[in-house]
């Protein structure tokens, strides 16, 4: 399967530690995105990259929130000095650029913020 | 300040009924809606997408019916099977951005 890949599935951590987490999307595609999904709640956007380049962010990406994706390829989301309203699933989707719309989603890392 | 606002908030059906869930949204540059559906333990998967230059778009046993006077689209699922079962977004973007705005899910169950 060369779906979209997150690691890891679920984390569980102390408030005030760092936690980082890792999307390796579909090989080709070269259009990276971030969501947030709490409880009962659609997926809320969160950044965007083209290749390496991040072009877009939301505003719930406060300064504890950083994205990277430094090779055009992976990327990772860390989360500085957690805290429990951190608690959500993240998840992470690819797609190709020139004008193909579809966003392919990965499972998504569960965070549970103690 | 939700964008998109979808109902119902869940949803229950008999085998071979027809499931329907409803969104609307304010913002007219929206151009792209997409509804996807997500199972437990898995992220959501697109179904079918719509643009506003028509008015319905069928694939399968899912058919998008979209007004746009009335800024308005729904899903309708034909047939519907237990296999169904699951949670549905609808979601809009507008030109210029390439984020989903989600509405906050309908949980479908299709009794056998």
């Known amino acids: ?114 | 300040q939700q964008q998109v606002k979808q109902s119902p908030q869940s949803l229950i059906v008999q085998k071979g009924g027809i499931s329907i869930i409803n969104c609307a949204y304010e913002n007219t540059a929206f151009d792209y809606f997409p509804w996807y559906q997500q199972f437990p333990g898995k992220g959501p998967a697109l179904l079918i997408a719509i643009r506003p230059d028509v008015s319905e778009k069928k694939e399968g046993r899912f058919t998008i019916s979209f007004n746009k006077s009335a800024k308005q689209f729904s899903l309708h699922i034909m047939d519907s099977q237990p296999g169904d079962s699951a949670t549905y977004f609808c979601a809009a973007r507008s030109g210029g951005s390439e984020k989903l705005v989600f509405g906050k899910g309908t949980k479908l169950t299709v009794n056998p």
């Open chain 1, 1 to 114: 399967d060369t779906g979209v890949s997150q690691n890891p599935r679920h984390k569980i951590t102390k408030r005030g530690q760092n936690v980082t987490f890792r999307c390796d999307p579909i090989s080709e595609h070269n259009r990276l995105y971030w969501y947030r999904q709490t409880l009962g709640q659609g997926p809320e956007f969160l950044t965007y990259f083209q290749n390496e380049a991040q072009l877009e962010k939301s505003r719930l990406l406060s300064d504890r929130f950083s994205a990277e994706r430094p090779k055009g390829s992976f990327s990772t989301l860390e989360i500085q000095r957690t805290e429990q309203g951190d608690s959500a699933m993240y998840l992470c989707a690819s797609s190709l650029s020139a004008g193909r719309e579809t966003q392919y989603f990965g499972p998504g890392t569960r965070l549970l913020v103690l």
